[in-house]
């Protein structure tokens, strides 16, 4: 799926914003939520379907490098994040304060709209599961996800 998100999302396009403890961390589709999908869906189905787990993440990009180890409750997700590079080069200001907590709602409500523009962007260009067999678990989840981050709660009446 990855491949296929580098080839519909443009060098220079709209980004998805990631906010950690107050700083803000642009996330190009391009070539980092690309590299970040099959990680955040499987973060996602898991959360959906167990009340209670683990998740040790990778994220590769190089612009959104770091490892988060994720643990998850029935109400509270907590990330202990180790920051190696990301674009803007806080990684210093963010290594002060390497931890979050939040609830479980608003962790997966936040994924619910960088995974629709992703799912909507595929569509669009033309791929189906036949093409993508990871389309159809994508699908499902932004499916399954109950609302919109607190961002993009206000639009929800024009999503489909």
Known sequence: MSDAIQTVFPMETERAILVWNHVYLPLSYKYDISLMVDDIVKICEDMLLMNHGTRLVHWPSNT???????????????????????????????????RISISREDFLAEWK?????????????????????????????VAQLPQYGHLYRNDDASRG
């Open 64 to 98: 959104f490098a770091a490892v988060w180890d994720i643990a998850w409750e029935p109400m509270v997700v907590s990330v202990e994040a180790q920051w190696s590079r990301v674009i803007g080069s806080t990684e210093s200001i963010l290594a002060c304060r390497p």
């Open 113 to 141: 709209a960088p995974l629709d523009v992703v799912l909507v962007a595929l569509e669009t260009a033309g791929y189906t599961p036949k093409q993508i067999a990871e389309l159809h678990r994508l699908k499902t989840v």
